[in-house]
């Protein structure tokens, strides 16, 4: 096998694949950008959180 | 009447397309129907359908971002293979304003499950893809805010013993997928090419920007899946042999010690001599 890390000492672990992952890594969901719609009604990003759920 | 129930007026005609076709049509009885009464009445009767139309797209399109960000490789095959199951989702999809962070990216896990039912060409890989890009997002996200909480510092590792207690810790993801959701994630299989069933475990890692995702064996994943109490060793390796679980000393030693460094597993030593004491 390759791309991953192999773990030695256990036979329950069949590979790590934390490192390979990374390169999947969204972009980070920091803050609300501002969109027509929070420009039309003036509305908080924390409102818009609420209203999506997300 | 409060300014609470001119809210939830107002979130119906954003949220939900009937709501919002209804006060199109006839604002005045979409008023009375919502037992709206002076300054609010007229506030919902004034709102311009266009105005209300623009909103909603506006927050449509808000709530697709945030799922792209939680499940970007499922929502990719959705928009490039079954746009219309996303667009379903969406006008179906309703979340609770208090509802808790990733409500969303969940409700989209379970009705893709339900879409293999009545949707043709749904890979039985979609959802387990799905679930798996929502662990991983919600494991780095509790890796986010520890490490603005406290920065990760070094520790000692545990020292095993088998009269150790080991429990599953809080944000510990332990999973079974009926195909191979996490080749499927890695681009190593196309999403119809589903593989064997997997177990992995994931959890917030203490350093790097990415969780700790291991792929462990049927047996691991049944033992883990045991410890959602504090368990010692001992018992764990009992409860493995009485459910025919082939596992030997060493491999339960060698797992519980790299899961207890990983923080995945929580553990509290008890040393031989504290036994009886």
């Known amino acids: 096998m390759s791309g991953h890390d192999q773990l030695p000492g256990s036979d329950l672990v069949v590979a790590d694949h934390s490192r390979e992952l990374e390169s999947l890594r969204p972009r980070a969901l920091d803050g609300c950008d501002a969109c027509r719609a929070c ?4 509305l908080k990003p924390k409102l818009y959180v609420d209203l999506t759920g997300g | 009447m409060t300014l609470q129930d001119l809210h939830s007026v107002l979130f119906k005609i954003y949220l939900n397309p009937g709501y919002r076709l209804a006060h199109q049509m006839d604002p005045g009885s979409f008023v009375d129907h919502m037992q709206l009464s002076g300054e609010q009445a007229e506030l919902v009767r004034n709102l311009s359908p266009a105005e209300a139309a623009e909103f909603a797209h506006g927050l449509r399109s808000k709530k697709a971002l945030s799922l792209n960000a939680h499940m970007p490789t499922t929502c990719r095959w959705l928009e490039e293979r079954s746009p219309h199951i996303l667009r379903d989702f969406h006008d179906v999809s309703m979340v609770s ?3 808790q962070w990733g409500a969303t990216a969940t409700q989209l896990v379970e009705y893709l499950r339900e879409c293999r039912e009545f949707y043709e ?5 979609l959802p387990d893809l799905a679930r798996l890009e929502y662990l991983l997002m919600s494991a780095r996200r509790e890796q986010e805010r520890r490490e603005k909480k406290e920065p990760a510092s070094a520790s000692s590792p545990p020292s095993f013993s088998w009269n150790s207690l080991y429990w599953k810790a809080a944000h510990t993801s332990v999973e079974s997928f009926t195909v191979d959701a996490l080749s499927v994630l890695l681009g190593k299989k196309g999403m119809t090419d589903e593989g064997e069933p997997t177990y992995v475990v994931i959890a917030p890692a203490t350093s790097g920007r990415m969780p700790m995702v291991l792929r462990v064996t049927e047996p691991a994943y049944r033992i883990l899946s045991a410890m959602t109490e504090p368990v010692s060793a001992r018992r764990l390796h009992e409860h493995a ?6 596992v030997s000393e060493e491999a339960l030693q060698a797992l519980l010690t790299r899961l207890a460094c990983t923080g995945a597993v929580g553990s509290y030593h008890v040393g031989t001599a504290d036994v009886g004491a």
């Open chain 2, 97 to 99: 304003r208090r509802a």
């Open chain 1, 39 to 42: 420009a039309l009604w003036n």
């Open chain 2, 121 to 125: 060409g749904v890979p039985q890989a």
């Open chain 2, 241 to 246: 042999r009485e459910h025919g679980l082939s």
